[in-house]
Nanobody, 111 residues
Framework: QVQLVESGGGLVQAGGSLRLSCVAS???????MKWYRQAPGKQRELVAF???????DYADSVKGRFTISRDNAKNTVYLQMNNLKPEDTAVYYC??????WGQGTQVTVSS
């Protein structure tokens, strides 16, 4: 069974940075990889994606602050989050087109 394991979440003050990682148990090279987040009481929303050709796109709310990247040799996708805001507080999930969902990592931004 394919696994996606996220890490890197935590508690940070507003304006701070975190780098999330998502490691897959097998190759991610053909996959579009995405980061989603879900805040309490809200629907899960797409934050960013990176295609197999390295094209990227972002939710308007994170453009200019978040950067998604991938290292196919390490079966890993990253989400660099800068200038974090309290409204970024959520559980962040990794998703791969043929890999499914990770278990999520909590990001909490204090004001």
């Amino acid at each position: 069974q394919v696994q996606l394991v996220e890490s890197g979440g935590g508690l940070v003050q507003a304006g701070g940075s975190l780098r999330l990682s998502c490691v897959a148990s097998r190759s991610i090279s053909i996959n579009t990889m995405k980061w989603y987040r879900q805040a309490p009481g809200k629907q899960r929303e797409l934050v960013a994606f990176i295609a197999s050709n390295y094209n990227t796109d972002y939710a308007d709310s994170v453009k200019g602050r978040f950067t998604i990247s991938r290292d196919n040799a390490k079966n890993t996708v990253y989400l660099q989050m800068n200038n974090l805001k309290p409204e970024d507080t959520a559980v962040y999930y990794c998703w791969g087109a043929t890999l499914g969902w990770g278990q999520g990592t909590q990001v909490t931004v204090s004001s």
